[in-house]
């Protein structure tokens, strides 16, 4: 990152942050701000409702226990492998795209080999961000007490009217929280990317692969310290957003 403040020469220049502003660097982080704000709705939605889903569930249990397990694998699962995984089961020749389009004549690719475009990082990365929603979210959820539910009812609230003045309001910190975590773990993300989309620069962590080996476009090694750079503000804002969040839920934790 300290690269960036610096020219081919080793002197001290502002000129690779300018070049922050050049339409593929600029188009890269918006790319990447879109595939990492678009994985992390989707896959907080989805993962809040399975957790939502579990909560009747008894502790221990075994279906209980085989969610929990499966996401504290799943979330982990990434890289070239989770990419390998895709290619070979929804991958232009793979197994479950050759069942579709032999068996039932359904073409998933009609349009275009969608996988390996950014857009088609969607699914890929829902695999491990709807996991690891659920790893976050489910013990605030489990922290709600039954007391208040009661309380409520007590004083002649319906369950709407607790959902919306209590058990919402307390969950809405820990939902933020945890939609930023995932936001910021897509923005981080680059292995599979580079492994599924490959010569597409349209996020930055790839735009930063290319400027450092790049044999056809040679000098912007100090530019891939500036985006870099970029990268690392973003997280800092980002995390620093999570952690507010994360002590104003603590308070109900206790």
Same mark, same amino acid.
């Given at each position: 990152?300290?690269?960036?403040?610096?020219?081919?020469?080793?002197?001290?220049?502002?000129?690779?942050?300018?070049?922050? #502003?050049?339409? *593929?660097?600029? $188009? %890269?982080?918006?790319?990447?701000?879109? @595939?990492?704000?678009? &994985?992390?709705? !989707?896959?907080?939605?989805?993962?809040?409702?399975?957790?939502?889903?579990?909560?009747?569930?008894?502790?221990?249990?075994?279906?209980?226990?085989?969610?929990?397990?499966?996401?504290?694998?799943?979330?982990?699962?990434?890289?070239?492998?989770?990419?390998? #995984?895709?290619? *070979?089961?929804? $991958? %232009?020749?793979?197994?479950?795209?050759? @069942?579709?389009?032999? &068996?039932?004549? !359904?073409?998933?690719?009609?349009?275009?080999?969608?996988?390996?475009?950014?857009?088609?990082?969607?699914?890929?990365?829902?695999?491990?961000?709807?996991?690891?929603?659920?790893?976050?979210?489910?013990?605030?959820?489990?922290?709600?007490?039954?007391?208040?539910?009661?309380?409520?009812?007590?004083?002649?609230?319906?369950?709407?009217?607790?959902?919306?003045?209590?058990?919402?309001?307390?969950?809405?910190?820990?939902?933020?929280?945890?939609?930023?975590?995932?936001?910021?773990?897509?923005?981080?993300?680059?292995?599979?990317?580079?492994?599924?989309?490959?010569?597409?620069?349209?996020?930055?962590?790839?735009?930063?692969?290319?400027?450092?080996?790049?044999?056809?476009?040679?000098?912007?090694?100090?530019?891939?310290?500036?985006?870099?750079?970029?990268?690392?503000?973003?997280?800092?804002?980002?995390?620093?957003?999570?952690?507010?969040?994360?002590?104003?839920?603590?308070?109900?934790?206790?």
């Amino acid at each position: 990152m300290g690269s960036g403040f610096v020219d081919g020469e080793g002197r001290f220049t502002w000129s690779n942050l300018t070049g922050l #502003a050049e339409p *593929a660097i600029a $188009g %890269a982080f918006f790319g990447a701000f879109w @595939l990492s704000a678009v &994985t992390a709705i !989707v896959g907080a939605i989805a993962g809040a409702a399975l957790c939502f889903a579990m909560v009747g569930w008894r502790s221990g249990g075994a279906g209980r226990s085989l969610v929990d397990s499966a996401s504290s694998v799943l979330a982990q699962f990434g890289g070239v492998m989770l990419a390998f #995984a895709f290619i *070979a089961t929804i $991958g %232009a020749q793979g197994l479950v795209t050759v @069942l579709l389009r032999n &068996t039932f004549h !359904v073409n998933i690719y009609a349009n275009g080999v969608w996988l390996y475009t950014v857009p088609g990082l969607i699914l890929p990365y829902l695999y491990f961000q709807i996991p690891l929603m659920v790893i976050t979210f489910l013990p605030a959820l489990e922290g709600l007490r039954p007391q208040w539910l009661e309380a409520t009812a007590t004083l002649g609230g319906t369950r709407w009217t607790y959902w919306t003045r209590v058990g919402g309001p307390i969950l809405l910190p820990s939902f933020l929280g945890s939609l930023l975590l995932l936001f910021a773990n897509a923005f981080s993300s680059y292995a599979t990317a580079a492994a599924l989309v490959g010569q597409a620069n349209n996020i930055v962590s790839l735009q930063i692969r290319q400027a450092l080996i790049s044999e056809t476009v040679l000098g912007r090694a100090n530019l891939a310290g500036s985006m870099a750079l970029g990268m690392l503000v973003v997280m800092i804002v980002v995390m620093l957003a999570y952690s507010a969040l994360v002590r104003r839920t603590a308070r109900w934790q206790r």
